[in-house]
Structures are given as C-alpha cells and as structure tokens.
C-alpha cells in the first residue's frame, strides 16, 4: 500500500510571501496525485491533480504543483499567500491496482498567513 | 455546498453504545467512501462501496462496518464504541471510484465519553 509523507506540520507566513509546501509519496507504481484543502469549519475541497502528462498543474486560487516522479515528490506552491489562504492543506495519492486504490492522505501542513 | 450530505452533523455517545452515519452521495455518483479523521491527523481511509458491496477496506476492525443502498447513499456502523473512536468521521462520493477525486461531505463529529 501506498503512504504520504508531508514534512511541515504547520507554516506561518506573511502575506504576499511565498508558499511551498512538501509531499512525498512511496507506491512503486502508476500514482495519481492530489492535494486538498479545508478551511476552517469547511469541507475538504479540490485544489489539483495531476494523473499524467505536464507534470506542472496548476489549480484553483493561483495554486500549482510540480510532479517529480524522480523524488516520488508532489510539493505546493503559491507565489504570493493572502490571508484567506489560512487552512490545512492535504497531500493524497491513489495508486493504480489493488488496494492502492483507494486515496490515501497525509497527515496535513497547517498554513497560517498573518495580515 | 458540497454535494455531498452527511447526518448527523454532531453526536455524542457512551463508550459501549452503537452509532450510525449516514451519507447522500452527489448527483450522478456511485462510490462512497468513508474516512475517519482525528485531531490534528489527516483523514484516514476506512472502506468503499460501489454496487451496494464492500468494494476496499482500510485497516479497521470489524466494529466498523457499512452498507450501500440501491440509491447509492450508505450508512457507517461502528459498534461497541471505545474513546478512541473520537474523530471526524467522513463521506466522500465519486464515479465509479475512479480517476477524478473525491467529493467529500462537511462530516460527522463523533464523541465518545
């Protein structure tokens, strides 16, 4: 089975800062990768996926993250954070036979952006 | 608005006691899954049903057990309740539980005293 690893269990940043967050993945095989976010007292919500091809993918609220299959890495970025950013931010990754499939989290990185 | 619909939206129970969750999957959607996410913990996956069957299960004793309906909603079970199984407790549809991601529900919160 597959696991996630997300190493930043909670960033503070300024706004207008820079935001990367990290996730590092272990399946052998074919993944599809994803990260979520829930705001406070909200659902988990969509912020990208990757299944294949440009490894770089773009999301919703200005959001990216690049694939490197070299590294099993998945990290976030934003280029410039406001302060509704604040949430918990979930790395997922589902693999492709078996019981991989089914989507499996990491642990969250709490991000706190001050005004 | 999720989508998804989850019932209750809070609980409290007594160690021993028996609970059920229930779950309205999103229009057009056939998978449910259901995860369990404690404190300061990401959600962690608990079984899939797909066709009215237990299609995958997580690493969950079998106090935790489900059912799909032909109308694709489900309920979660968890019997003989332990402090333990504190958390928020999660609904999340899909197509076929493939490929797209998940849509998930706002969740139950379960209380053990």
């Known amino acids: 089975a597959q696991s996630v690893s997300q190493h930043n269990h909670h960033v503070i940043l300024s706004e207008a800062a820079s935001l990367e967050l990290g996730c590092n993945y272990s399946?052998?095989?074919?993944?599809?990768l994803f990260w979520y976010v829930q705001y406070p007292g909200q659902h988990l919500q969509l912020l990208l996926k990757y299944f294949s091809g440009d490894p770089l993918v773009k999301g919703i609220k200005g959001f990216e993250a690049e694939f490197i299959k070299s590294k099993f890495s998945f990290n976030l970025r934003k280029p410039s954070v406001q302060w509704s950013d604040t949430a918990e931010y979930f790395c997922?990754?589902?693999?492709?036979?078996?019981?991989?499939?089914?989507?499996?989290f990491g642990s969250g990185t709490q991000l706190t952006v001050l005004p | 608005d999720a989508g998804v619909t989850q019932s209750p939206t809070h609980l409290i129970k007594t160690r021993g006691q028996q609970v059920t969750l229930r779950c309205s999957p999103k229009s057009g959607h056939d998978t449910v899954s259901w995860y369990q996410q404690a404190l300061g913990q990401g959600p962690q996956f608990i079984f899939q049903y797909y066709e009215e069957e237990e299609r995958q299960r997580g690493n969950f004793p079998d106090r935790f057990s489900g059912h799909q309906f032909p109308n694709y909603s489900s309920e979660l079970n968890v019997n003989a309740l332990l402090l333990g199984d504190s958390a928020l407790y999660l609904c999340?549809?899909?197509?076929?539980?493939?490929?797209?991601?998940?849509?998930f529900g706002s969740g139950t919160r379960l209380t053990v005293v």
């Open positions: 399946y052998g095989g074919t993944v599809n």
């Open positions: 997922a990754v589902k693999g492709s036979s078996g019981s991989a499939r089914q989507l499996t």
């Open positions: 999340a549809s899909s197509l076929g539980g493939l490929g797209d991601g998940y849509t």
